[in-house]
């Protein structure tokens, strides 16, 4: 059985992505209102010094997960491999479970971002009805997908291109202000990081608060796992991306962290503000009006709107490209594993479109206790994929060992192993199980308030759970991994 599906993740999907587009699509992941607008309640809440080191360390635990992935996918290039990886290296409901998880994230993820599109352009025009918008949209990310992938790839690089530039003249504007270079620069030395309760405020529960907030700023670059399997020469292209994107990424938030905690006040009004669908209180926003740069409010404007049509063009990928590989693995119906002659999974792009359509219906018309269960699914789903990443590269490199492979047979080697994907496998389950913690310490428990805030986690639970009680799936063992055949065994 297992062999078959080695056998069978010959890819038949197009591979037309370069290294430019695998590039600018995992930092185009990566950056987007997590960081432009989620970065000011991190400062508030944490503090200058707080924010910052957790962005450092949860960075940190992107970089061993983005090497995990990476040695999984150039070993293995294919669409969809957190499925893949699941099903071979730790047990089938395991991946069962990942890939309908994940595929339910990104179709929530569109229909929020559907409802961003819409608060956008509600700046320019108030009076238009907002679902206006986001038939629009919704439609402009299903064409760019239809098309083809070089058109999606095309698309992602210049949305990315847009957020990259910004961040970027950010970190410059901000140094200036730091020097003193530009009007309303530098507070005296070091004095937002000596205000108050700071450098670090609010103890071990906004740590833990906070820690999800950056986790979910730096979600996204997982992408790149299924993008992979429609790229040029994956087994080359793979190591330089790993090795550029990580970097690119760290130098992109810490700088821009640093910045923002060291130019406002954590205590802030701007950023204590709980309406974060007002783009005036973005902290890219209060920097570059401190500046003294007109039209600030209409450039952020474009800025997030690219952001969050970017964010729905990549989720409209990912969750197309997961449902394909499901109905690839006898996981979904088969009908999604058909490609149309461009070798677009149109079917599946069909059922992904409306799933986010529904998802957004139920934003705009449902009891709003549902949406903020939708909300939840979608958003502790992101760090069950990186825990998923995390398991399967500790399986595979232990059934390597274990049947003797040589690690230098290997495309691309992650370092460091297995500090790595333990580090970020324990990192993720504190973050994951911490969300709500305080609840527990309370004299009577809130039921309402834990089942929202770990309904994700219930969930996958479920349907790993319902899959491996019908099929009667069990854990492969490592000596039963069956590894492709142009691995070497070591010699002594």
């Given amino acids: 059985m297992l062999e078959q599906k080695i056998d069978q993740h010959t890819n038949v999907l197009r591979r037309e992505l370069k290294t430019r587009h695998l590039t600018m699509i995992t930092i185009g992941g990566s950056i987007g209102t997590g960081l432009f607008v989620a970065s000011g309640a991190s400062i508030s809440q944490a503090g200058p010094g707080g924010a910052l080191l957790l962005y450092i360390v949860i960075g940190l635990m992107v970089y061993f997960l983005m090497t995990s992935l990476g040695e999984l996918t150039a070993y293995m290039p294919v669409s969809g491999s957190f499925v893949t990886y699941g099903n071979l290296y730790v047990e089938e409901g395991f991946g069962f479970a990942l890939g309908w998880n994940y595929w339910y994230n990104w179709a929530v993820t569109i229909a929020v971002d559907l409802v961003a599109a819409q608060i956008a352009m509600s700046y320019w025009f108030p009076t238009t009805p907002g679902w206006v918008w986001s038939i629009l949209f919704i439609s402009i990310i299903f064409l760019l997908n239809v098309i083809s992938v070089k058109g999606f790839g095309e698309a992602e690089y210049c949305f990315s291109l847009i957020k990259v530039a910004t961040v970027f003249m950010f970190i410059v504007v901000g140094i ?12 005296t030395y070091w004095y937002n990081w000596q205000v108050g309760d700071a450098p670090f405020v609010g103890g071990f529960t906004a740590i833990i608060n906070v820690a999800m907030i950056v986790g979910f700023s730096f979600q996204g670059t997982e992408i790149i796992g299924i993008a992979i399997g429609e790229s040029v020469n994956p087994s080359a292209n793979i190591p330089r991306t790993m090795r550029q994107v990580f970097w690119r990424i760290l130098f992109f938030y810490v700088l821009s962290i640093f910045i923002i905690g060291f130019l406002i006040p954590y205590d802030s009004a ?38 969050v049509l970017s964010a729905g063009n990549s989720g409209m990928y990912a969750s197309t490209r997961m449902l394909y ?8 119906p088969n009908i999604f594993a058909r490609l149309s002659k461009r070798g677009i999974p149109c079917n599946a792009l069909y059922m992904t479109t409306i799933m986010a359509a529904l998802c957004f219906l139920s934003a705009i018309y449902s009891n709003q206790k549902v949406y903020l269960w939708l909300l939840n699914i979608s958003g502790t789903t992101g760090f069950i994929a990186w825990l998923g990443i995390a398991i399967s590269h500790y399986r595979f490199r232990r059934g390597l060992k274990k ?25 993720c389950i504190v973050i994951i199980l911490g969300q709500n913690y305080q609840n527990f310490l309370a004299e009577s428990l809130n ?33 039963q991994m069956i590894f492709k055949k142009n691995l070497t065994k070591n010699t002594y």
């Fill in 270 to 307: 701007a950023l204590l503000q709980e309406d974060i669908n007002k783009i005036t209180i973005s902290p890219f926003t209060l920097v570059f009006r401190n500046a003294g740069q007109f039209s600030v409010a209409t450039i952020m404007n474009i800025v997030i709107l690219t952001a």
């Fill in 176 to 187: 200036l202000m730091i020097l003193g270079v530009l009007y309303g620069g530098a507070p």
């Fill in 325 to 332: 590989t499901l109905a690839r693995e006898g996981q979904a």
């Fill in 403 to 427: 049947q003797g492979y040589s690690l230098n047979s290997l495309p691309y080697r992650a370092g460091l192993f297995p500090f790595g994907p333990i580090f970020a496998f324990s990192l």
């Fill in 447 to 479: 039921w309402n308030s834990i089942i929202t805030t770990y309904i994700g986690i219930i969930l996958f639970l479920l349907i790993w759970f319902s899959y491996k009680w019908y099929h009667g799936s069990s854990l492969v063992r490592y000596d």
